[in-house]
């Protein structure tokens, strides 16, 4: 057999044919044959969705008018059915009246084919619903590659970042040795050691980040939930940064209510602490960063507000991204969030909440938080 011969017995696809007269199923099979289809005949709707799950045909050629099971209910059941949902449905009907056609539509028909059958209209129909199944596969073969390889990704990254928390560990630990016995450093020795220190920390936490992102992504992080009050939380937080906030001469004033909300309190202690990091990184010197608590109704609001370059509408979204960045156009400077914001975003999520940010360009940003309030009394 030549190579031309063996590409001509290769069967262009395969059709299930449903319909309960022999002589139809007879014509469509030999019409379809002859355009270098497999074909596979069956004679009523019970029959045809055992073969649609087995065969594993292109398209199906489905008669309406059939005893018991009719091609309406038939279609309906195929694409409710996650294993044939995606197959062309091509309904064979006498029927004209367009009521008829949009009940076969509703029921998820891809398209028709009127008695008496005529075989070019068969055969162009037949031909763009193979090719827009197979388009199709195509596409769910590489985003199944796709999403193996992310997986794949995913995984070796998760080893490889929880692999450095312990040299960078060691480092940290080796900088606050040698800090113990500053007084026998130079001043300049002195801030190169403090700078190294502050940067080894900050990998720490990039790491710590990434890790939690990802066991928040899998919903492999348990949340110790109770009721605290979310002021003395955020309170904590400005805190915790408050040399970042003295390095550039910068105010941090908590204010509010006492609220209170069911919350792992560790959890969203660093969630404060990644937006508070964040708006110190980005306020110009000598402005004030405000945090403000509240309540409305059921909802616990805190809000994070800086006099920072501001964002564009556009890039709102964007920013609770892995990694994030976005872009000022008026200071022509790009701002990466890397994973900061991202584990903001699912912590609060995974406590029920909703995390945004309202900015405008050249006018600082506010980020908040929303948290389902507690009735306990602080």
């Known amino acids: 057999m030549t190579m031309a011969n063996m590409a001509e017995a290769v069967p262009k696809g395969r059709i299930l044919v449903v319909d309960d007269e022999a002589h139809n199923r007879e014509l469509l099979e030999a019409i379809l044959e002859g355009q270098g289809y497999e074909v596979v005949c069956v004679d009523n709707g019970a029959t045809a969705l055992e073969k649609a799950a087995t065969a594993t045909p292109h398209v199906i050629l489905l008669d309406v008018m059939m005893p018991g099971m009719d091609g309406f209910e038939v279609c309906r059941r195929l694409k409710q059915d996650r294993a044939t949902a995606a197959i062309p449905v091509l309904m064979i009907t006498a029927l004209t009246e367009r009521p008829q056609r949009l009940k076969g539509i509703d029921t998820g028909a891809n398209d028709f084919l009127s008695k008496p059958i005529d075989r070019e209209d068969v055969a162009l129909r ?98 110790n939930r109770l009721p605290c009050d979310i002021r003395d939380i955020a309170r904590g937080a400005a805190e ?31 969630v404060f602490v990644n937006l508070l990091g964040n708006a110190i990184k980005f306020s110009p010197s000598g402005s004030e960063i405000a945090v403000r608590t509240s309540q409305e109704n059921d909802l616990v609001r805190v809000a994070v507000s800086d006099s920072g370059p501001g964002i564009a509408p556009e890039y709102q979204a964007r920013i609770f991204e892995k990694f994030g960045q ?53």
Not at 245 to 266: C, E, I
Not at 340 to 368: N, P, Q, Y
């Open 126 to 223: 037949v031909r763009n619903a193979v090719y827009t199944k197979r388009l199709y596969d195509q596409v769910q073969a590489e985003l199944e590659r796709i999403t193996k390889l992310e997986t794949l990704r995913d995984n070796l990254t998760h080893m490889i970042v929880h692999d450095m928390r312990s040299p960078l560990t060691g480092v940290d630990g080796a900088y606050e040795i040698i800090l113990m016995e500053k007084d026998r450093l130079s001043q300049t020795q002195q801030e190169f050691v403090a700078m190294g220190r502050n940067s080894c920390r900050e990998l720490i936490e990039m790491v710590s980040s990434l890790l939690d992102v990802s066991r928040m992504e899998a919903g492999q992080m348990p949340l």
């Open 240 to 270: 915790s940064v408050a040399v970042l906030a003295q390095g550039k001469t910068l105010t941090v004033s908590v204010t509010g209510d006492s609220v209170s909300s069911a919350v792992d309190r560790d959890i969203m202690q660093r």
């Open 326 to 378: 976005v872009e000022s156009r008026k200071a022509h400077t790009k701002y990466s969030t890397g994973l900061g914001l991202t584990f903001c975003k699912l912590a609060v999520e995974a406590h029920g909440g909703r995390i945004g940010v309202d900015s405008a360009e050249g006018k600082g940003s506010t980020f908040w938080i929303e948290l389902p309030a507690t009735n306990v009394e602080m």
